[in-house]
């Protein structure tokens, strides 16, 4: 543009020579004027200039501006592809639950149905076993004057049949199975006891009146079986019948009869070993009518059992004193025959020193109750009864020992120490200690010769009765009876875990033992040896700091014994045992 006003100004200026008519002056200000042309030309172009630089300036902002709107719809984009990713991924897991269900439901619906063909076809596998175990139950008539509950065992509570397992059974509650069909209803009770060592089964306790008894029970499977009684009217003994041995698939029946002297608490025992399968059902006890039944004597009478009953005096009893000896008055409020003044049986009814009996007459006279009595050496005579007794500090057996001295030397007839070696008990004084290592408990102070563990029975290892107490709970006491020791068992709950003395061997024989006993809480002895277990005894509650004297036996002729002790107390409390003890009689 700038090139064709410099063409145009310069034609101008060539007519201008040509016509001859500009002056000197109009040629001066014509340069003049071109020359302002150019630097407005110059200044209009540089501000074109400028101006397109500004225009550049703006296209570079507007193509940043749309460099940054790229970005951004680069951002959108990519978010949307994210939002867009992240719905399908929903709708695919959507869909994915949608036909988990649908699938589960399908799979539920077939399972049910396969289930309940299944249920239906067991139902009625069950509905036929059941109806052959029905067809196979056989009822019995009861029988009459049966005083046994649950004699069928057709009532069971806890695993266990009602009525059944009273205190002196000692067979494990887990070896009392319940058995169908019974030789009479729907069940029996299985009785196990692999073991040649017999196990009792007991009814829970019966109050019998004194007279004949017979018990029947069925029997069939395989091992040996006997019945009896226990009784705490007659000693707290055992009586049994002789054992039979049961080998048949068939029921047997076995009878047993049997009297009881005196009203009492009787338990019903089955005593049992080597069982492979020994099933018993339908006992029944039943006490014999007698001619006594229908009459009521006095307590200071016997029924006489005759064709005609009749009441008779028990001896030594009266009711006038026409029923006792001419040298007896009767009492008649206690209905007892009792001695006339200076008349006796015996030299003790003189009552005095200097006196006895003259068994002629009946009378007391002067004399010495002790002429013509020979006594051991180490007893001396009673001056007033005129029979022997132990002489002072002398003893027969241990029972005799209620002093310091707890044991008994039967062969100086002395009470002596609890560490004397006629003690069988190997550290029955307690006062041997030592520190120990146990599994599990680490290490500590234990007594010597207990703690035991396990036992050598002939050729096997019996771990029956083991210690199974913490040891951290036998504990060594200084507060002793006698000597410098005695065990505390700091035990707080129960049933107690036991404490048992190692095995040890003791000679043929019988012996007399006792421990001493004090605290606040329970305690219980127990033996076992190769004779097998011995009755438990009782539970006893102390809460005395004085000691008690506690005795108890070990019968003949055994090996292997150990001693084992249950105690237990309250948080509050501990048992203390001193001066255990066992020496044989003579």
């Not at 008894?213 to 009784?231: N, P």
């Not at 002429?371 to 051991?376: L, M």
């Amino acid at each position: 543009m700038r090139t064709a006003s410099l063409f145009i100004l310069a034609a101008c200026l060539a007519a201008c020579d040509d016509d001859d008519s500009p002056s000197s002056l109009d040629a001066a200000t014509a340069e003049d004027s071109t020359t302002q042309t150019d630097a407005e030309v110059d200044a209009a172009d540089a501000e074109r200039d400028a101006a397109d630089a500004e225009v550049d300036a703006a296209d570079a902002e507007v193509d940043a501006a749309d460099a940054e709107r790229d970005a951004a719809d680069a951002e959108i984009d990519a978010a949307d592809a994210e939002i867009d990713a992240e719905i399908d991924a929903e709708i695919d897991a959507a869909d994915a639950e949608i036909d988990a269900e649908i699938d589960a439901e399908i799979d539920a619906e077939i399972d049910a149905e396969i289930d309940s063909e299944i249920d239906a076809e067991i139902d009625s596998e069950i509905d036929a076993e059941v109806d052959a175990a029905d067809a196979e139950i056989v009822d019995c008539d009861p029988v009459e004057g049966n005083l046994l509950e649950n004699g069928g065992f057709e009532d069971w509570s806890d695993g266990l049949p009602i009525a059944s397992y009273g205190s002196k059974s000692d067979v494990g509650e887990a070896h009392v199975v319940q058995h169908t069909p019974g030789y009479c209803g729907r069940y029996a009770v299985e009785l196990q006891n692999e073991g040649s060592s017999h196990k009792r089964f007991t009814t829970s306790d019966l109050y019998l009146k004194s007279g004949h008894y017979t018990l029947k029970y069925y029997a069939k499977g395989q091992g040996q079986i006997r019945s009896g009684r226990f009784s705490d009217s007659d000693n707290n003994n055992y009586r049994y019948s002789s054992y039979t041995d049961v080998h048949s698939e068939d029921w047997q029946e076995i009878t047993h009869t049997f009297n009881i002297a005196r009203d009492g608490i009787v338990q019903v025992v089955f005593s049992f070993h080597s069982t492979d399968g020994l099933f018993i059902d339908e006992v029944s006890l039943v006490r014999q009518p007698e001619a006594c039944d229908e009459i009521t004597c006095n307590e200071w009478e016997s029924c006489n059992n005759n064709t005609t009953p009749n009441c008779k005096l028990l001896a030594g009893r009266c009711n006038t004193g026409d029923d006792c000896n001419e040298w007896e008055d009767c009492d008649e409020t206690q209905h007892s025959c009792v001695h006339k003044a200076d008349r006796c049986s015996s030299h003790c009814d003189c009552g005095e020193s200097g006196k006895k009996c003259d068994f002629d007459s009946h009378s007391c006279v002067s004399g010495d109750a002790c002429d013509g009595v020979s006594c051991e050496a180490w007893q001396s005579c009673d001056s007033v009864c005129g029979v022997c007794r132990l002489a002072e500090d002398r003893c027969h057996k241990t029972s005799d020992c209620k002093g310091e001295l707890p044991a008994c030397d039967t062969s100086v007839y002395r009470c002596v120490e609890a560490t004397n070696e006629v003690n069988v008990i190997p550290n029955g004084g307690f006062e041997n200690w030592d520190m120990y290592q146990f599994d599990y408990y680490g290490e500590h102070l234990m007594l010597d010769d207990w703690y035991g563990s396990e036992f050598y029975n002939g050729d096997s290892v019996d771990t029956r009765f083991a210690s199974e107490i913490d040891p951290s709970l036998v504990i060594q006491s200084t507060e002793a009876r006698s000597g410098n020791s005695a065990l505390r068992i700091a035990q707080h709950k129960r049933p107690a875990d036991r404490l048992t003395s190692e095995g040890f061997e003791i000679p043929n024989g019988s012996y007399s033992c006792a421990y001493y006993v004090r605290g606040k809480g329970s305690m219980r002895l127990h033996k076992y040896s190769s004779a097998g277990e011995e009755p438990w005894m009782p539970w006893v509650d102390y809460d005395t700091n004085e000691w008690q004297r506690v005795e108890f036996d070990i019968r003949s002729n055994v090996k292997n014994m150990r001693i084992i002790i249950y105690a237990n107390s309250p948080e509050d409390g501990y048992i203390e045992i001193d001066d255990m003890v066992c020496t044989k009689n003579q």
